[in-house]
């Protein structure tokens, strides 16, 4: 397997299931946030629960996408206790991004470059 596959378009994302670097599933993506400098996807919400009805932020920095399932390096249980999106967030602000970067122990303003995946 070589690494050229992309995370993809936005629309791609959705719906991939989730996985931690330890093979636990996570949950699913529902919602993708873009950079605003360069558009490309930045964050995505997960639900995770039972019935999917909580649903957290992860970003895409250090994620690899492998056809359906997408990997990233936090473990299940970090992420389920990540911060949560309000009832009508469709922005991400400055100030709650700060934060969320600071949860992952990540630098502000972390895009995917060039983000990981595998190719057929």
Known sequence: ???????????????????????????????????DRTGRPEWVTVRTGLLGLREHFVPLAGAVREGRRLTVPWPKDFVR?????????????????????AYYGLPEDTVPEDPEGEED
């Open 1 to 35: 397997m070589t690494r050229s596959e992309r995370l993809g378009a936005p629309g791609e994302l959705d719906g991939l299931d989730v996985y931690d670097d330890g093979g636990e599933k996570i949950g699913g993506v529902d919602e993708v946030y873009l950079d």
């Open 81 to 101: 206790e990540a911060p949560r999106p309000g009832d009508t967030e469709e922005y991400i602000d400055a100030a709650r991004e700060g934060a969320l970067y």
